[in-house]
């Protein structure tokens, strides 16, 4: 069976803007006792499918570029616990059909 590793991915948060929901990189620095994103450090990423916070995820043209290995994957956002805040987001990774055909024939 083949095995393959969860890409390493740098800290995400999703921006909300309009109809579109998009995911962004941020660095963030502890200012006065209170941990707040250093301006001009966020980058697009991603968009999510639907402008929802939760679900699929499209990389960008240069992030897919720099993360190859999320080609072979379907990258979902979902909520750990859909109660809670939306701070317990996560990324999930499921084989993309095509890769899992390329799997299984191999097999």
């Known amino acids: 069976m083949a095995v393959m590793n969860i890409p390493k991915l740098p800290p995400l948060k999703h921006v909300k803007n309009g109809k579109y929901c998009y995911l962004v990189t941020f660095k963030n620095v502890w200012l006065d006792g209170k941990s707040v994103t250093?301006?001009?450090s966020t980058k697009t990423v991603g968009k999510i499918e639907g402008g929802k916070v939760?679900?699929?995820v499209?990389?960008?043209d240069a992030f897919a570029a720099e993360h190859p290995e999320l080609?072979?994957?379907d990258a979902y956002r979902m909520l750990k616990n859909p109660d809670?805040?939306?701070a317990n987001?996560?990324?999930s990774f499921v084989l993309s059909r095509i890769m899992r055909w390329f799997l299984c024939v191999r097999c």
């Open 84 to 86: 809670a805040p939306q």
């Open 89 to 91: 987001a996560v990324i």
């Open 54 to 56: 939760v679900g699929k």
């Open 71 to 73: 080609e072979a994957l």
């Open 38 to 40: 250093v301006p001009g």
């Open 58 to 60: 499209i990389w960008t």
